[in-house]
């Protein structure tokens, strides 16, 4: 069970999380505009990488707010969380970008 | 039965505690502190189990938790099916059957109760000899909180020095956990271990749970966890008799019982040396040591001299044994070729050691072979993971092995080389797996079955990676080697279940109204969490069927009522919740007047239906959402998800209302006289209260919100008033529709009622594939808003293409046969006898419909929307019903009831 640092509340056991997937695949502003190929990039198409991630988490059971980490896929490790809307960290080579 | 193998002194045993178990039905002495295996031993039983395939006689191979052959199930106390006979603490009364390699469930539910607890440390150690002595000790000297769990009833330098250790431990304030096995070690110091704290008592205390969970967060982790002795195996090396060497001595030096009246030693490192002295100074009559190794150490030479003890430098090729498959000789070859047959009754066998680092891999910590100590050492581990003790590797320089896994001459049937007991699986097995091309140990694993028993390999997986290797021709360097998974030992389900059992397993979710709808025999369904009335019997004897029908014609000639407050309910406030709506929805809701209501569709950036509902305006910036039953939470993660991290710009904020409002909705042609009778204030007339408009009113003294929404197509009004006056509501709404006959009715009823309407039930009708046009809704989806979640979907092919699945209605050609829900649609023509057959769609919802008298299906069918009027077969069970394909809408499809006669 990972311990997962909520921006807001602290650490916390990962029981009280949602997981919600790659961080920063923002909803496109003019969809209509794009191709087929960029819209199904959007919604189906995910980077998976074997080592750093930009991930989303919400407190579920807790203040139930959205937020972001960056986690080693291989060791499970996190560096650092962060706020919505706050600038995505640096986090080495490994990132998926 | 008598103890003719009992010594005078043991360290664990308590010989002025005398005991009684029963093994089989015998009975056997022993003493407090001795272990079934212990007893075992003591009392000359050398039979004590059967190979689990082959049936084969088997005996006690070890004396801890190695043990690969000798389950037993525990028939006393609470009773456990299959534990290691090494493991269980014996008391007075203890009653244990042998088993054949699998234990039996028992027939009752566990009585018994179990618990779990979270501790956080700075320093956990686990394992109690020793080097996790030291290791708790150095770690008292700092500030910091200590934990250290040991296995074993008693910690193991305890049990050797006769010091009070763990009375040491607590003065430097360190916590120590006995019986408490770390059985996973996970990402950040998060550690589970298992406490036994009953199962060695003949009467436990009723105030004290059988087993606790421990879950463990802890800054720095020190595994102290030892090293398992590894076997050499040879042809019959699995007979009743062939026992590890360290544990043959463990069980003179722990247990004062002797393994066997004659042994011989066999190994290939100097600890086999100290093993037959700890035997001889037993009793037991050591008739020879064979070592693998020309050059045995001086200090064994000279103690083996001392005693008169005869050695072999040479190997042990294989068994012989008495009538009934116990050990009496074994074969040796010396190095000059000579071979020998030495009658024996124990053969005391040691291939060196394994350090026990499962915990240390768990989280994908590595190890690497080491060539001087014979065995897979810490190579690249885990953060916060220190291993200290034999569990390094760095053993003495005495035990130390030639590296030996397997012996084999010319004469031996690799079918009678067992490399793991548990599983029965031999190096014939093995070979059949390298020549099916198997080359790692992952796959040999698979294909043989070895070290997937309940030890996990404990016993076989380093034995057989070596013979692995050998055949293969690599070394053990190349690093083939298998994975370590959680748990370290089986956990029941009932400890992980703790008191999360029964009733507790799961919040029950119930109405305001749920003791009235118990009072009046409602038989109950689960919908997510909650418990909702499915249909009332008029009394006991009615069955569903005529329930549901009285109740559906109730609410189409008459007026019935149903209990809808499971409904989720969520409120929006803000400036831009409109505008918050109109993005989500696939309709115009910012549009609505303040009293009205809308009905709409959710659906994901895919284009596909995630839920359904009515939205009402209470005022400008306010508004209502209704949600399906089990989607309530859900619906309003979403619409966080997308404030939070897409539009926090947007003024909204959203409130679960779903617990703080009561709803009964009233139907059928009479709800507007009832809903006059009890809110005289109202007008309710079709002019001044239409369809899709809500009002608030004074019902039976409470405020309540009155809407004209329908789920039926009937006229009807869903009532809501405060929680707290849910019954009262109810039953004002009962009274004044008692002229009427106000039949209460389920959700079955509403099933019913909503299907001969057409309305599809999101997660039934719908299941993640189905877009609103699939569903005939193209009316819901606005063409005038620029974006919302899901519109670009729709341009694409996929959306359009031809066989999609599209919601229709279905009938029975014969007009009376039922249609199975879930049944496959197929050609009509199509044989069923000759499969496969072309699928065409699947039944999602069917009943049988008083309304249309018939029984009446809705399916998702491939280019459903333009086949109405085909004739296919509804195939459950491999029986076709010849179906027709109708409009979704069987019942009024004009909208003619929905307000009123």
Redesign the interface.
Known sequence: ???IGCPWCGER?ELEFTY?GQAHV??PA???D?S?AE??E???FRDNPKGWFRE?W?H?AGC???FNGVRNT????FTVFYK??EPPPSVGRWIAQ | MTQVLRLAHGRLVDRSAPLMISFDGADLRGYAGDTVAAILVANGVRICSRGVYSGRPRGLMSAGPEEANVFVQVLSGAGEPMVRATDIEAYDGLVVESLAGRGRLPDLPDASRYDKRFVHVETLVVGGGGAGFAAAMEASRGSGRVLLVHDRPVLAAEAHDGLADRAELSAAGVTVLTRTTATGL?????VVAVERRTDHLASPPIDCSRERLW?I?AGAIVLATGAHERSIAFAGNDVPGVMLAASAATYVTDYAARPGERAVVFGCHDGIAEAACVLADGGVEVALVVDTRADVGVTSSAALAARGIPTLTGTVTSTETSGDGILSAAVVRGSDGRVETVDCDLLAVSGGWNPALQLYTH??GRTRWSEPAACFVPADG??RVAVVGRATGEFAESLRPQATFCVETAETDDAMVYLDLQRDATLADLRRAVAAGMRSAEHVKRYTTISTAADQGRSSGVLSVGVLCTELGVAMSQGITTTYRPPYTPISFALLAGRDRGHLADPARVSPVHDWHVRHGAVFEDVGQWKRPRYFPRDANEPMHDAVARECAAARTGVAMMDASTLGKIELHGRDAGELLDRLYTNMMSTLAVGKVRYGVLCG??GMVIDDGTVARLDTGRWLLTTTTGNAAKIL?WL??WL???W?ELDVRCCSVTEQWTTVAVVGPGARAVLATVAPDLDVSNDSFAFMEWRDAVIGGCEARVMRISFSGELAYEVNVAGWYGQALWEVVLEAGQPHGITPYGTETMHVLRAEKGYPIVGQDTDGTVTPFDLGMSWVVSKKK??F?G???Y???DATRVGRKQLVGLVPIDGRSPIAEGAQLVASDADLGSLPVLMEGHVTSAYDSVALGTPFALALLADGASRHGDELQAVDEMAGTPVRVTAPVPYDPEGSRRDGD
């Not at chain 1, 291989?74 to 490790?77: A, D, F, I, W, Y």
């Not at chain 2, 996970?186 to 998060?190: A, L, V």
């Open positions: 069970m990972l311990k056991d919600g923002a909803y003019h969809p209509a794009l087929d819209w199904s959007y919604i189906y989303r919400v579920t139930r707010m959205w291989v060791t499970n490790e919505p809307g | 996970h990402e950040h110091g998060y879950n967060r989280t994908g885990p953060p950036p895919d993660d966080e998800e939070q991290t897409e926090p620029a974006d979640v519109k670009r979907s341009a694409r092919a």
